[in-house]
T-cell receptor
């Protein structure tokens, strides 16, 4: 079993749609969680941290469920510019930072 | 510089040759990571440095791969006797410490012919 698993997609949605991605992790001792965004042929960039109480940044909402060991990202009112690969990232106990394989999103006009 | 710098941006080499990739982290960042990303795949952890602590080498795929870092400065990733399956983008990232957000360089695209 992979340490961090994501649905690879792709998710094809129209502009204005709401879309949600989930990510599961295997290490119950994992300490912190993030969502990164990666555009085609570019390096990953931090989108947002994920806090236990859930957090929101504009159209983006992230949630963490420690009991079930999953993280979610909700994007509301999708824009064409949201098209990218979204990477779930987990810091485990120790030095490893584990990236999920990513979920591809295509937003169409 | 303001960000993480990697060089070269592209490297084409012949099978069996050695290559050396360089990463300049953000000044003051104690943590430095190397990842490999094959075309259409996710990021594969290779190695992690934290200050002067012993590096976590658990992700290195074979003994042909090695990396060094002096203090909190430049790191080099060396691949000996390159194979075609080594072709990938090699990404370097740094952070203030572990468990903090990572800042990535633009990567080195390695092509082994």
């Amino acid at each position: 079993r992979k340490e961090v698993e994501q649905d690879p997609g792709p998710f094809n949605v129209p502009e204005g749609a709401t879309v949600a991605f989930n990510c599961t992790y295997s290490n119950s001792a994992s300490q912190s969680f993030f969502w990164y965004r990666q555009d085609c042929r570019k390096e990953p960039k931090l989108l947002m941290s994920v806090y236990s109480s859930g957090n929101e940044d504009g159209r983006f909402t992230a949630q963490l469920n420690r009991a079930s060991q999953y993280i979610s990202l909700l994007i509301r009112d999708s824009k064409l510019s949201d098209s990218a690969t979204y990477l779930c990232v987990v810091h485990t106990g120790g030095f490893k930072t584990i990236f999920g394989a990513g979920t591809r999103l295509f937003v169409k006009a | 510089g303001a960000g993480v710098s990697q060089s070269p941006s592209n490297k084409v080499t012949e099978k069996g040759k050695d290559v050396e990739l360089r990463c300049d982290p953000i000044s003051g960042h104690t943590a430095l990571y190397w990842y490999r990303q094959r075309l259409g795949q996710g990021l594969e952890f290779l190695i992690y440095f934290q200050g002067n602590s012993a590096p976590d080498k658990s992700g290195l795929p074979s003994d042909r791969f090695s990396a060094e870092r002096t203090g909190e400065s430049v790191s080099t990733l060396t691949i000996q006797r390159t194979q075609q399956e080594d072709s990938a983008v090699y990404l370097c990232a740094s952070s203030g410490t572990f468990n903090e957000k990572l800042f990535f360089g633009s990567g080195t695209q390695l092509s082994v012919l």
